[in-house]
């Protein structure tokens, strides 16, 4: 049961160019939305969020849009530079500050940041 | 920058045996989860935890599982009888508050024999 999901398993981009990174999600309970990047033998570090009341969240060279209509979210990260390369997981949770989140995560996609 | 730790970073244990996973979240952090990766599939959620008690357990988390905050710092996994299909990467998170980001250790990597 896929509730989130991450079409492109890879993505290769130059450095200096623009990385665009996407997310479905089936739910319509999901209301907070997060991009985790992953490094190999580390655990994820979390990026950026955001919530369904928005539909843009910028932080730096991150920018995540969110779609709630077509049920979509993307990451941007401008410029992209080698030290990107990553598996980027995106993931939803309905918002309950009472227990926490129980994510669903994406099944990643790895960004290629070539020099 | 504070960070959450996760011990043993491998562990290795026959089928059927019990073993204890442990964490030590952000010191100021109050809620503490537990998520597991299968190799070649995507993370999942485990359990959440908040005021020495379970708020919310997937159900994945059967009666074979267990959590703990022993004390002031740590935050442990059980598993009481590991089967071969618990192998896997858990990795313990926290999160300041309910609706704060989750920061993630590195992972304890549980292989069953």
């Known amino acids: 049961d896929q509730q989130v999901k991450q079409n492109s398993p890879s993505l290769s981009v130059q450095e200096g160019r623009i990385s665009i990174l996407n997310c479905d999600y089936t739910?319509?309970?999901?209301?907070?939305f997060l991009w985790y990047k992953k490094y190999p033998a580390e655990g994820p570090t979390f990026l950026i969020s955001?919530?369904?009341?928005?539909d843009k969240n910028e932080d730096g060279r991150f920018t995540v849009f969110l779609n709630k209509s077509a049920k979509h979210l993307s990451l941007h990260i401008v410029p992209s530079q080698p030290g990107d390369s990553a598996v980027y997981f995106c993931?939803?949770?309905?918002?309950?500050?009472?227990?926490?989140?129980?994510?669903?995560f994406g099944k990643g996609t790895s960004l290629l940041v070539t020099p | 920058e504070p960070e959450v730790t996760q011990t043993p970073s491998h562990q290795v244990t026959q089928m059927g045996q019990e073993v204890i996973l442990r964490c030590v979240p952000i010191?100021?952090?109050?809620?503490f989860y537990w998520y597991r990766q299968i190799l070649g599939q995507k993370v999942e959620f485990l359990v959440s935890?908040?005021?020495?008690?379970?708020?919310?357990k997937s159900e994945i988390f059967d009666d074979q599982f267990s959590v703990e905050r022993p004390d002031g710092s740590n935050f442990t996994l059980k598993i009481r009888s590991t089967k071969l299909e618990d192998s896997a990467m858990y990795f313990c998170?926290?999160?300041?508050?309910?609706?704060?980001?989750?920061?993630f250790g590195n992972g304890t990597r549980l292989t069953v024999t």
């Open positions: 998170a926290s999160s300041e508050l309910g609706d704060s980001p989750l920061h």
């Open positions: 739910n319509s309970m999901f209301d907070y």
């Open positions: 955001i919530s369904s009341i928005k």
């Open positions: 993931a939803a949770s309905p918002r309950n500050s009472n227990s926490g989140y129980a994510l669903n």
């Open positions: 010191s100021n952090h109050l809620y």
């Open positions: 935890f908040y005021n020495n008690e379970i708020s919310e």
